[in-house]
């Protein structure tokens, strides 16, 4: 049975979990401690590329770290820069609560600890990432 373009997406998704979890964990960024507590998938996110919601956040139904990729994008490696900047923001929440801003000094610690170099709001992966 051949897959559709959205289900390679998403196991494209999985496949990226699996290999980004290590990496932040070599830098001491626990993200396995919310790994459980993710949701991820393809949406339409109007503007951004990605965006997360925390579990308080108004336009979380699922109570989880809430994570939406634009799914406009098709490019592998444009999915994995955003999901790798929407997990920072999990992490984020997760380690700091709600009262940081969205690309603060936090963002920024967890961002640059694993990789991720540019204007916080619109990161790209440094070369060892």
């Given at each position: 049975m051949k897959l559709s373009q959205h289900e390679k997406k998403v196991e494209y998704l999985e496949f990226l979990i699996c290999k980004i979890i290590p990496h932040f964990e070599a830098y001491d960024i626990k993200l396995s401690e919310i790994k459980n507590d993710l949701r991820i998938y393809f949406g339409n996110t109007k503007?951004?590329?990605g965006l997360y919601y925390s579990k308080k956040n108004k336009l979380n139904l699922t109570g989880l770290?809430?994570?939406?990729?634009?799914?406009?994008?098709q490019d592998p490696f444009?999915?994995?820069c955003v999901?790798?900047?929407?997990?920072?923001?999990?992490?984020?929440?997760?380690?700091?609560?709600?009262g940081t801003r969205d690309h603060g000094i936090e963002f920024t610690y967890i961002a640059m600890r694993v990789g991720l170099d540019g204007h916080m709001p619109a990161t790209y992966p440094n070369e060892e990432l």
């Open positions: 503007r951004w590329e770290h809430e994570i939406r990729i634009s799914e406009k994008l444009d999915i994995a999901l790798i900047h929407e997990l920072c923001h999990a992490m984020q929440y997760h380690l700091y609560g709600d």
